[in-house]
Structures are given as structure tokens and as C-alpha cells.
């Protein structure tokens, strides 16, 4: 046996590193599910008020405002309805899809 303690070649190849991700804690799953399911339901519940409007600027009754009304609000009653609106209110749809998609896509981070 030697006096000396044995030490380790400082000339000897090093270990290889391993270059694979560690796989996913399940705490960044948690914190990120209630706000995806608050999405979710507000993008649902904008999406039924969505083609609600929609629905009603196609196919509703036309609005005769009543004349003691200010001006402000019979135009806002009259512009409730017709072509223009219903093709506002198909652009929300379309926002409130993308909010309700971008809330799954948020829940499976």
C-alpha cells in the first residue's frame, strides 16, 4: 500500500453530458389549469352572446325607437341590426373561437 491517498487521473476523459430535458414537474400543470378553464368560460359565454347578436341583426325585428329616447340611443338601437352588424358580430365569433382554442392550448402547457 502506498502513504499516499489515490486520486483520480486529472488527465482521464471527462463524462459525456446528457443533453435530455427533464421531464415536466406536474406543479407548472397546476398553476396554469385555472386561468385555461376561466379562458375557456369566458370565450364560451362571449361566443353565446356572440351568435345571440348575430342571430338577432340577421333575423330580428326591425327596432323602432321610442322618439323621447335622445338621439344617441335611438342610433344605437337602429344600428343594432342589419348587414353591419352581423358582420361585426361574426368577427367576435371568430375572437371568442381563438380565446376559447388559445384557452386549450393554455391548459395543455
Not at 13 to 20: A, H, V
Not at 51 to 76: C, H, K, M, N, R
Not at 86 to 93: C, G, K, P, R, T
Request: aromatic share 12%.
Amino acid at each position: 500500500m502506498s502513504q499516499y491517498p489515490s486520486f483520480e487521473n486529472p488527465y482521464s476523459q471527462p463524462l459525456k453530458p446528457s443533453f435530455q430535458t427533464p421531464p415536466p414537474s406536474s406543479g407548472s400543470n397546476a398553476k396554469s389549469l385555472l386561468p385555461a378553464i376561466a379562458l375557456m368560460c369566458v370565450g364560451g359565454l362571449g361566443l353565446i352572446a356572440s351568435l345571440f347578436s348575430f342571430g338577432l341583426a340577421l333575423f330580428g325585428a326591425e327596432i323602432v325607437p321610442d322618439p323621447s329616447e335622445p338621439e344617441w340611443l335611438q342610433e344605437f338601437q337602429r344600428g343594432g341590426r342589419g348587414t353591419l352588424a352581423a358582420v361585426m358580430q361574426s368577427f367576435f365569433i371568430l375572437l371568442n373561437v381563438f380565446i376559447i382554442v388559445g384557452g386549450f392550448c393554455l391548459m395543455k402547457l
